[in-house]
């Protein structure tokens, strides 16, 4: 069974910090996704990262996918309140997992406060 | 307008009522997933469809059956209501031919069994 570890759990912190979270697993993915969701919402795909090795930035947002493709961590720098929300790692499996249904981490809930 | 719309947003129902939460999307993509997500838990596959005739259990399916009408509707129903299926539900949407899988999300049913 492949699973996605994210930790923390939970991150309180104050405007201004920088924070990084981590999505492990012991499984290959073909590519892992970030979401983040706000209270009340569906969540909203942030990034897909599909090579080992690869990293992305989105504005204040660094992806890193690990280069044996099995973990990735998300660094948000300078965090504002606005950046508070649950982030939830996903990963395809290697070959396609059930056809391309994604695994999902259970998220890292995070809270910045002014 | 929003891509994906789940009807309704919320539902208070008594245990062993039948219910029908509905799924639309206009991004016509062919894939359609219900999640449902529970505090701790993290997102857990009910169903998944890959187009009209083809529909799939998941992790989670017991308790619930589905009907995919049209490429763009997918309901979920739960036959006889109990209150451990109190819980956030999610319909998911995503294309075939990316190579991410990415998924895109509605805005969710709280459903509430009393």
């Known amino acids: 069974t492949q699973l996605l570890e994210q930790s923390p759990q939970f991150l309180s912190i104050q405007e201004g910090e920088n924070l990084t979270v981590y999505c492990n697993s012991s499984s290959v993915f073909s590519s892992l996704q970030w979401y983040r969701q706000e209270p009340g919402e569906g969540p909203v795909l942030l990034v897909t990262v599909v090579t080992g090795g690869e990293v992305k930035k989105l504005k204040r947002l660094t992806f890193q996918f690990g280069d044996a493709r099995k973990d990735s961590s998300l660094h948000i720098t300078a965090a504002q309140p606005g950046d508070t929300g649950l982030y939830l790692c996903a990963g395809a499996g290697r070959y396609g997992g059930s056809q391309g249904n994604l695994i999902f981490g259970k998220g890292t809930k995070l809270s910045v406060k002014p | 307008d929003a891509d994906v719309t789940q009807t309704p947003r919320n539902r208070i129902t008594k245990t062993g009522k039948r219910i029908m939460l509905e799924c639309s999307q206009t991004?016509?993509?062919?894939?359609m997933y219900w999640y449902r997500q529970d505090p701790g838990l993290g997102l857990r596959l009910i169903y998944y469809?890959?187009?009209?005739?083809?529909?799939n259990k998941g992790e989670i399916s017991d308790g619930y059956s589905v009907s995919r009408q049209a490429q763009a509707k997918f309901s979920l129903s739960l036959e006889s209501a109990i209150p451990n299926q109190t819980a956030l539900y999610f319909c998911?949407?995503?294309?075939?031919?990316?190579?991410?899988?990415?998924?895109?999300f509605g805005p969710g049913t709280r459903l509430t069994v009393l």
């Open positions: 998911a949407t995503s294309e075939r031919r990316t190579v991410g899988y990415e998924q895109f």
């Open positions: 469809s890959f187009d009209v005739k083809d529909i």
């Open positions: 991004k016509g993509h062919d894939r």
